[in-house]
């Protein structure tokens, strides 16, 4: 039998070497290849487009991409082979994509930061605008404004979200009443955000009668927007929990609801902090329900359930929309509230990273 076995190897062996031979024997571009290839590409399109005199940046980018691709497959396929000269071209469709998904990103930051970086002072973020017309002046009381209604709606949308994520999970799987309360979550992820300011302008309207202007009205419009996402964030990290750990805690006699709570739960926290830190940082920004629920005050105000309250979306909207005389510190003011809104969100993305690294469950 180790005579036969041998034997096979070695047939195996030698119908194995001619393909490794084969290979061995292929060609390889040299490293400089590409970016050789790129630079040639470049300067080709560049010198004929100057030589038609319809020299355009997007033009050029564009051509230059096509003939680099062209040029690289064509060596390639010369040089190594069909299979890894399609692997070049994919390697550089999914580049030129990925370059390409990253320029409006990088122009709105690029805007953002040029336009708002002059007004990102002191005076900025400890002065409001009361008795301010022209320069000088900031947006304390509309950061405050939207510290307090985001805070409120997070209280409101955390908790309700939570629990409906666990009943769909946990207790109604393949139900008739889960199925509906997942049909109207994805019903509410696609309403627009109006719709949600208008409800809460309408609500609070029937109490309080008609121009009506609350904090606590705006949380609830963005509760609206929030509950949704939190739901949808916290069911997929429920879903990924293994059931091996459920049926464990069941063979010992722990209840369903201290399983939950002891076992699936502290396994997906990280996945669920980080959900709901993504749905605050996606709310932070609305701006058409609280310009509808909310309104705008020049002044101070930390009681979301006294009068209009000033916050950051809404204060920008203002300063650029309808500015005063002159109109230069105005539009200063709309970039730098802009600008401090995305720092916001990019610091609750940052905090989002490292809740989930923070609260990762421990594989060792």
Do not use: C
Request: charged content about 15%.
């Amino acid at each position: 039998m180790s005579i036969d076995t041998d034997k096979r190897d070695a047939e195996r062996t030698a119908a194995v070497r001619p393909t490794e031979d084969k290979i061995a024997r292929q060609g390889r571009l040299p490293r400089w290849s590409t970016p050789g290839a790129l630079a040639a590409a470049a300067v080709v399109v560049g010198g004929l487009l100057a030589a038609t005199g319809a020299f355009s940046v997007g033009l050029f980018v564009f051509l230059t991409v096509v003939l680099f691709a062209v040029g690289l497959y064509a060596l390639s396929r010369v040089v190594e082979g069909a299979r890894k000269a399609t692997d070049r071209v994919v390697t550089i469709v999914v580049t030129s994509a990925f370059l390409l998904a990253l320029i409006p990103l990088i122009s709105v930051i690029w805007t953002v930061l040029s336009n708002g970086i002059a007004r990102f002072d002191v005076e900025f973020f400890n002065s409001s605008m009361r008795g301010i017309v022209g320069e000088g002046g900031g947006a304390y009381h509309a950061i405050a404004g939207t510290l307090v209604i985001t805070a409120l709606a997070a209280a409101m949308s955390i908790p309700i979200g939570l629990l409906t994520a666990v009943y769909l999970v946990e207790y109604g799987a393949g139900s008739r009443l889960a199925r509906a309360i997942t049909f109207f979550v994805d019903v509410m992820t696609g309403i627009p955000s109006i719709v949600a300011g208008l409800f809460a302008y309408a609500l609070f309207a029937l109490f309080a009668g008609p121009g009506v202007r609350l904090g606590f009205a705006g949380a609830v419009a963005l509760s609206v927007l929030m509950i949704p996402v939190v739901v949808r964030a916290t069911e997929e990290m429920l879903k990924i929990v293994p059931n091996e750990l459920r049926e464990a805690a069941f063979a010992l006699g722990v209840p369903k609801w201290r399983t939950i709570l002891k076992v699936v739960i502290p396994t997906s926290v990280a996945g669920i902090a980080s959900g709901i830190t993504l749905a605050i940082a996606r709310v932070i920004g609305e701006t058409a329900p609280l310009l509808i629920a909310v309104g705008i005050t020049t002044g101070l105000n930390f009681n979301p359930f006294d009068g209009r309250q000033a916050t950051l979306p809404v204060f920008a909207y203002y300063s650029y929309a309808a500015p005063g005389v002159p109109r230069d510190p105005y539009i200063d003011r709309a970039w730098t509230a802009a600008l401090v809104l995305i720092v916001i969100v990019m610091v609750l993305n940052l905090a989002a990273r490292l809740i989930a690294r923070l609260f990762a469950p421990k594989t060792r």
